[in-house]
T-cell receptor, first 115, second 112 residues
């Protein structure tokens, strides 16, 4: 099993450009989420989904869009990149919404630089 | 807003030393998880504690959940270079629709 696969691993964008960060999982997990990790700030939740067709905002959703058309995929879109979005992005999954005792399974991250 | 404060943020010690990392909040959590992250990879779960006062051991690592479920600690005995990494605590609560709140992380460097 591949687990959680994120692509690309690295990306450099110019201010104003758009891009989509991909996340795919093969564990049949209902819950998928996107975090960003910045030095000294831990992991902050951007958006999450509890199943196909259902998404909701996390702590820092501004500037990001998501959709969930299948159980397996949860892409994160940056419509107009800004330097403040320079970060490492992680996709994480787990079984069920209320299973906060269950472990999050993380991908290996996408390192994004916006110049 | 629930917050988790981790301390210290950075720790550099010699192999064989003991250390403790703290994770504190003014809020009550239903569960507390500890993750370890290595460079270039995503965090990996070490342990979940759910009962106030609970103590769990994982080889040389001892995890404790505070009696009031507002704080947790991670103690490493006789640290080894392989323990080097970023340690993150994360709190879960049924009142927060299942979302996990992460602390800022503790970067540990163990020198041989």
């Amino acid at each position: 099993n591949a687990g959680v696969t994120q692509t690309p691993k690295f990306q450099v964008l110019k201010t104003g450009q758009s891009m989509t960060l991909q996340c795919a999982q093969d564990m049949n997990h209902e819950y998928m989420s996107w975090y960003r990790q910045d030095p000294g700030m831990g992991l902050r939740l951007i958006h999450y989904s509890v199943g196909a067709g259902i998404t909701d905002q996390g702590e820092v959703p501004n500037g990001y869009n998501v959709s969930r058309s299948t159980t397996e995929d949860f892409p994160l879109r940056l419509l107009s990149a800004a330097p403040s979005q320079t970060s490492v992005y992680f996709c994480a999954t787990r079984t069920g919404l209320l299973s906060y005792n269950s472990p999050l399974h993380f991908g290996n991250g996408t390192r994004l630089t916006v110049t | 807003t629930q917050l988790l404060e981790q301390s210290p943020q950075f720790l550099s010690i010699q192999e064989g030393e003991n250390l403790t990392v703290y994770c504190n909040s003014s809020s009550v959590f239903s569960s507390l998880q500890w993750y370890r992250q290595e460079p270039g990879e995503g965090p990996v779960l070490l342990v979940t504690v759910v009962t106030g006062g609970e103590v769990k051991k994982l080889k040389r690592l001892t995890f404790q959940f505070g009696d009031a479920r507002k704080d947790s600690s991670l103690h490493i005995t006789a640290a080894q270079p392989g323990d080097t990494g970023l340690y993150l605590c994360a709190g879960g609560s049924s009142s927060n629709t299942g979302k996990l709140i992460f602390g800022q992380g503790t970067t540990l460097q163990v020198k041989p």
